[in-house]
Nanobody, 130 residues
Framework: QLQLVESGGGSVQPGGSLRLSCAFS????????VAWFRQAPGKEREGVSC????????HYDDSVKDRFTISRDSAKNTVYLQMNSLKPEDTAVYYC???????????????????????WGRGTLVTVSS
């Protein structure tokens, strides 16, 4: 059974950086498209970034474009979200989501819809304030 564990959240000042980690256990992360979502109080969950199982394709929400970078370290079975130039509006609980895909798939999505085999982590809190 796949389990996802997020880490790396914390409190940072505007303009600062954080690196979130999504660690896979049970299965190799290379068999999954992975996405980072976030949810702020009073707001719906929104897709932030995703990376395909092949790691050849990635997408970013316009709100984080040019500031965040998603990557995968297959040897460590971990997907990362490097967050730079953080803004107060980035404050949210960040969740890692995994969807199994065919080997080498270039697909990933930021669509806010679970599939039958979607697996979620429990989240890590990011707070950006002065």
């Amino acid at each position: 059974q796949l389990q996802l564990v997020e880490s790396g959240g914390g409190s940072v000042q505007p303009g600062g950086s954080l690196r979130l980690s999504c660690a896979f256990s049970g299965f190799t992360s290379d068999l999954y498209a992975v996405a980072w979502f976030r949810q702020a109080p009073g707001k719906e969950r929104e897709g932030v970034s995703c990376i395909s199982a092949s790691s050849d394709s990635s997408h970013y929400d316009d709100s984080v474009k040019d500031r965040f970078t998603i990557s995968r370290d297959s040897a460590k079975n971990t997907v990362y979200l490097q967050m730079n130039s953080l803004k107060p509006e980035d404050t949210a609980v960040y969740y890692c989501k995994a969807d199994p895909t065919p080997a080498g798939s270039r697909w990933c999505t930021l669509e806010n819809r679970d599939r039958n085999l979607t697996v979620w982590g429990r989240g890590t809190l990011v707070t950006v304030s002065s």
